[in-house]
């Protein structure tokens, strides 16, 4: 007999239109020994520097590897997670560094480590982590970017930030430096969600919030992921600058062409 699931658990990723290479990575994984234990992540190799596809797979394996491979006595302690996620981080971001130089790969990196009573997030770069509940979506995680800089302390529209010229420059993530892999961790309890949603840029680069909230709202919760792909890849947003932007010279301005990016979603759901 089938057995009958009560969540969903689903990863999505495309390659884009543009790119000739996959440099997203993501993974959806449950504990063997109790499925209530869950670890989804996704992982934006970055690009402008080498490789960006073996070190966002790199990443993933080894948290992968690492949470099948723990018993599960070692899922209480809360504290002790955070050191040993935090260890794993460094230790890749050390492996880069040392196999291929300071400068030359990096990765983003955005993971949920679902538990019995909590969510423990891992978050560097600009890939991001929702929550959705009660017909509502929050973004828990805040871009690693010099653009969120301008949302966070001048107030700038945050949907207008896919616009910045450098929108894609980030300033943590792993295997760049030593200096620029700063792991976020925070802890939520889990009724503070409904569904969890991760996601790289390539979609949020195109699906603002707003978007994001009506699909999940109003499609059956095992087709989200792959309608957030699509309408991130093939849908045009009629996206345009903003006459108000405009006026700012805060930085120089375009508009995303649709596609040009990998996309990749990751979602845990509650039935």
């Not at 978050?123 to 929550?131: A, I």
């Amino acid at each position: 007999m089938e057995k009958i699931y009560d969540y969903v658990l689903q990863k999505e990723t495309h390659i884009g239109l543009l790119r000739a290479t996959q440099e997203d990575a993501v993974v959806a994984l449950v504990h063997p020994e109790n499925d209530k234990i869950k670890l989804l992540a996704v992982a934006d190799g970055m690009g402008g520097k080498q490789y960006g596809d073996v070190v966002a797979n790199y990443v993933l394996e080894k948290f992968g590897y690492w949470f099948l491979e723990q018993p599960l006595s070692s899922f209480y302690d809360i504290d002790e997670l955070k050191e040993k996620l935090t260890n794993l981080v460094m230790e890749c971001n050390y492996h880069f560094i040392l196999q291929y130089g300071a400068e030359q790969v990096g990765t983003t990196l955005t993971l949920a480590l679902v538990l019995k009573d909590d969510t423990v997030l891992v978050h560097l770069g600009d890939s991001r982590c929702y929550f959705y509940k009660n017909g509502e979506i929050k973004q828990m995680t805040e871009d690693d970017s010099d653009v969120w800089l301008y949302y966070k302390y001048q107030h700038i529209n945050k949907e207008w930030l896919r616009y910045f010229s450098t929108s894609n420059i980030i300033h943590n993530c792993i295997g760049i430096s030593f200096n620029l892999c700063r792991p976020h961790i925070y802890i939520y309890p889990n009724d503070s969600y409904k569904t969890l949603l991760l996601t790289t840029d390539g979609v949020t680069d195109f699906l603002t919030d707003s978007i994001l909230q009506r699909i999940v709202r109003d499609n059956d919760i095992r087709t989200v992921s792959k309608k957030i792909i699509d309408e991130a890849i093939f849908v045009d947003q009629n996206l345009f600058v903003p006459s108000e932007l405009k006026k700012c010279s805060y930085d120089s301005y375009l508009v995303p062409v649709r596609g040009r990016d990998n996309a990749s979603v990751v979602l845990f759901s509650k039935l």
